[in-house]
């Protein structure tokens, strides 16, 4: 019909959105051809808009619309303009079979409201077939992706450019493993939401060459992958995820960058290695902690009931669960990150270098030996206490372990 050909034109002509393939252009003006067949059928036989519905290619157009992303506003759009450009078409019919301004008038009202009425009414249909599939959709393509994601750590035998096609993420690439969870008296709500929202902020700081793969795990954690490209490094922001009193706490564990599909699984599993450390810490732990900060203890950390004590040995009287002994610690561990320099430590702390002196002498006090005995235990133990705090080391009024001896291994 000339009609329907005319405003299926039209519509595609005027919104850029409904561009789409063929198959969909097809179902488009099997829409329009449809609507126009059924206004010219009411309008012709007196029917009842009561019992008339949205057409099935109508519906079946909103559903495609809704399965690749399209606004639902174009969708509206589409009607109004073609209600209007129906409306022009029968107006132009009824002048060319009368000149008689009464019916013309009279008729052009009737077709006014009639139209609008059938819009109204078929509009709210499409837009319900839109939004249920809309969430169908969604609902399917995430457990596809998610399914997908499983086998792909899992090591299973998959097509590398159909799960890029699914996950829509590129695989052929360096990653950056991220899991993230929330924790607080109030996480709840759009807590996944909030999670995402904070892993796409990590991603821009980092400036990621495309969106990260979110896969939500439950209410409170989730899984993710930043794209690097072809980048080898990453420097990771200052997140703005900083707890604030009386409200929830987002936490992130990162993996290291790593290439391609063995590189997805490997960061993804150091991920998690690390999110163990941050675990075992609690709630005084770090917001951010970073496999590459912590290796050693992400490979020991499932086992905090042999590493407290060895711990509390190694240190000595510097495993003390205070403030004084805090600062002792950390100076140690940087004047030994500094390769044993006073002056070098002094400016990373900002402290004088009597100040250092003083400090590193205490320590090795607290040590019960030289530092040069057993200086890798020394430095794991360090680390330890650094991101663990309280998880492995001595109350306050516990009594102190002497340190091991650095040959057995075994107390003094």
Not at 301 to 327: C, K, M
Request: net charge negative.
């Amino acid at each position: 019909m000339e009609m329907s050909a005319d405003i299926y034109q039209l519509i595609v002509r005027e919104i850029p959105q409904l561009r789409s393939d063929q198959q969909v252009l097809d179902l488009l003006q099997a829409s329009v051809g449809e609507n126009v067949a059924t206004m010219l059928h009411i309008l012709q036989h007196g029917i009842e808009l009561e019992k008339v519905h949205a057409p099935a290619a109508a519906e079946e157009y909103a559903r495609r619309l809704a399965q690749r992303g399209v606004p639902v506003a174009a969708l509206l759009r589409a009607y109004r303009i073609g209600s209007a450009r129906f409306q022009d078409w029968c107006l132009q019919e009824l002048g060319r079979r009368t000149d008689n301004a009464s019916i013309i008038s009279a008729a052009g009202l009737r077709i006014a409201a009639v139209t609008a009425s059938y819009i109204d009414q078929v509009s709210e249909e499409v837009l319900s077939a839109y939004e249920s599939e809309k969430e169908n959709w969604l609902r399917n393509q995430s457990a596809a992706r998610a399914a997908r994601v499983r086998a792909l750590l899992r090591n299973e035998p998959v097509d590398v450019d159909s799960s890029e096609a699914i996950l829509g993420y590129r695989l052929r690439q360096r990653h950056l493993g991220v899991v993230t969870w929330m924790t607080g008296t109030a996480a709840g709500g759009d807590s996944i939401g909030r999670l995402e929202h904070a892993t796409s902020e990590v991603a821009a700081g980092a400036h990621c060459g495309g969106r990260p793969m979110f896969i939500p795990q439950d209410e409170f954690s989730a899984w993710a992958w930043l794209p690097l490209g072809v980048r080898r490094d990453v420097a990771i922001p200052d997140l703005s995820v900083k707890p604030i009193p009386g409200s929830d706490r987002i936490w992130f564990a990162l993996g290291e960058p790593a290439l391609g599909v063995a590189g997805f699984r490997r960061t993804h599993q150091q991920a998690l290695n690390a999110q163990a450390v941050a675990l075992a810490a609690g709630p005084a732990g770090q917001p951010v902690t970073s496999f590459a900060e912590v290796a050693p203890l992400a490979l020991m950390s499932g086992s905090i009931e042999l590493l407290q004590p060895w711990v509390v040995e190694t240190l000595g009287a510097l495993a003390a669960d205070d403030e004084p002994t805090a600062r002792l610690r950390d100076t140690l561990r940087v004047f030994l990150e500094e390769n044993g320099s006073y002056k070098t430590t002094a400016e990373r702390l900002t402290l004088h270098k009597n100040t250092v002196q003083y400090r590193v002498r205490k320590a090795e006090e607290g040590l019960g030996r030289p530092i040069a005995h057993a200086r890798l235990h020394v430095e794991v133990a360090l680390l330890a206490s650094r991101w663990l705090g309280a998880a492995v080391l001595r109350s306050a009024g516990e009594p102190a372990i002497r340190a091991a001896r650095s040959d057995t291994g075994e107390s003094e």
